[in-house]
């Protein structure tokens, strides 16, 4: 019964660190759903388990699990071992995802990394070219967020303060599920994102039914 209690105790503080980062969430997700509206798409990326919720993420977006939810266009870049590996093999694991959004990324993309401690240099350089190219850059860390955290090309940060893998892994699952729900939210009020210089709402995807 005591390890059960301890099994709690250890996610009392992330837990309530993602409830008070509610307006950091929101104002991501503000930022993120005006991008979709301008015609952008979401580019995911992360290593181990940040490469399982990139591709996570992505699904959500581009067919979600709610019935009714408009499909929004999304795309993990660590999906693909060929491309990696081979990205790696020419220019270094660290620029796997860096080249990639160069091919890949308008200015109106975003652009979400994922990394348990913040400290994947492959997540941060791709976050680095994500804002040199223009992209809104978002990212999931743990820890105290790590290089992530003082980065200026990091535009939205959520941190869980947390060195236990497995709790934050947990913690980024239900904030990036609150990123796709509170998308939708903004994204189905279009009066809240209509104000955008050189805005160009899109075509959403059809909605998904069973």
């Not at 093999?89 to 080249?99: K, L, P, T, Y």
């Not at 860390?141 to 892994?169: E, F």
């Amino acid at each position: 019964m005591t390890s059960a209690v301890r099994e709690f105790d250890r996610r009392v503080e992330p837990g309530l660190a993602l409830v008070e980062s509610a307006e950091k969430i929101a104002r991501a997700c503000h930022a993120m759903a005006a991008r979709f509206h301008r015609g952008g798409k979401l580019l995911v990326f992360g290593n181990g388990g940040g490469a399982t919720d990139a591709e996570h993420i992505a699904v959500e977006f581009v067919h979600p699990v709610v019935v009714g939810k408009i499909a929004l266009p999304a795309l993990s870049l660590a999906a693909d071992p060929t491309v990696v590996t081979g990205i790696a093999a020419r220019e270094g694991f660290a620029e796997v995802f860096a080249h990639q959004l160069r091919q890949l990324g308008d200015p109106a993309d975003i652009a979400l990394g994922v990394s348990s401690d913040g400290r994947c240099a492959n997540v941060r350089r791709g976050l680095e070219q994500a804002r040199e190219l223009g992209l809104l850059t978002v990212a999931l860390a743990g820890g105290d967020g790590g290089p992530l955290a003082t980065s200026p090309a990091v535009d939205h940060l959520v941190v869980v303060p947390s060195d236990d893998p497995q709790v934050v892994k947990e913690m980024h699952v239900t904030t990036y599920h609150v990123l796709w729900e509170l998308v939708h939210v903004f994204f189905e009020h279009p009066g809240v994102l209509t104000e955008i210089p050189g805005g160009h709402p899109r075509t959403p995807g059809p909605a998904v039914t069973p």
